[in-house]
């Protein structure tokens, strides 16, 4: 069963601009990934933040994580019509098996 | 170095039919994964196998559906007496490893319809 939520579901804005989407989970987390995906069809791994880190950066991404809050935000600076995709968070639970829990995910549209 | 790779891409079976969903990791990882994506949601964890040990079978929603790996190489996932509540994307992904958290990488997944 899932256990995040996205928020929010979908995302409109002109290239060039910021887009922001959060992600919240229910349990205690190893790890909290995020994932791209294109055309409804394959996943592609963005970065990984720690339960230990409060943020991190790749590129045009920041992704941050609040572990009282259980919550998780991720930042695209700069957009790109290319970025437009779905795209989901996905956390490892503390006891540190592998298997992904992942939200229901943001549709992010980016406007030439 | 290729990819994971699933086959078919596309399966479009009867209802009651049984289907089999095959994933080839990428070579060395030892975990390997199946998820499950209907339309418009997220995935859906079913099974993962990791190395020798006891697959974690904790996702797979009924008794109709198994999965197999030989060592640490190619998997099968069978679908008995298929429904049409069963119609989704199968992907399947894999890693290095478990502990720590690893990147997964996922394939193109399968899309089955069930008529």
């Known amino acids: 069963s899932q256990q995040g939520e996205e928020d929010p579901q979908a995302l409109s804005i002109q290239e060039g601009e910021n887009a922001t989407m959060n992600c919240s989970y229910k349990?205690?987390?190893?790890?909290l990934q995020w994932y791209r995906q294109n055309s409804g069809r394959g996943l592609v791994h963005l970065i990984l933040?720690?339960?230990?880190?409060r943020e991190k950066h790749s590129g045009r991404l920041r992704v941050t994580l609040d572990t009282s809050k259980k919550s998780s935000s991720l930042l695209i600076t700069a957009s790109r019509a290319a970025d437009t995709a779905s795209y989901f968070c996905?956390?490892?639970?503390?006891?540190?098996?592998?298997?992904?829990?992942f939200g229901q995910g943001t549709t992010l549209q980016v406007k030439p | 170095g290729a990819g994971v790779s699933q086959s078919p891409s596309n399966k479009v079976t009867e209802k009651g039919k049984d289907v089999e969903l095959r994933c080839d990791p990428i070579?060395?990882?030892?975990?390997l994964y199946w998820y499950r994506q209907r339309l418009g949601q997220g995935l859906e964890f079913l099974i993962y196998?990791?190395?020798?040990?006891?697959?974690?079978k904790s996702g797979l929603p009924s008794d109709r559906f198994s999965a197999e790996r030989t060592g640490e190489s190619v998997s099968t996932l069978t679908i008995q007496r298929t429904q049409q509540e069963d119609s989704a994307v199968y992907l399947c992904?894999?890693?290095?490893?478990?502990?720590?958290?690893?990147?997964?990488?996922f394939g193109p997944g399968t899309r089955l319809t069930v008529t």
């Open positions: 196998f990791q190395g020798n040990s006891a697959p974690d």
């Open positions: 933040i720690r339960s230990n880190e």
């Open positions: 070579s060395g990882h030892t975990a």
């Open positions: 992904a894999s890693s290095l490893g478990v502990q720590g958290g690893y990147e997964q990488y």
């Open positions: 996905a956390t490892t639970h503390s006891s540190n098996t592998g298997k992904l829990i």
């Open positions: 349990t205690s987390i190893n790890n």
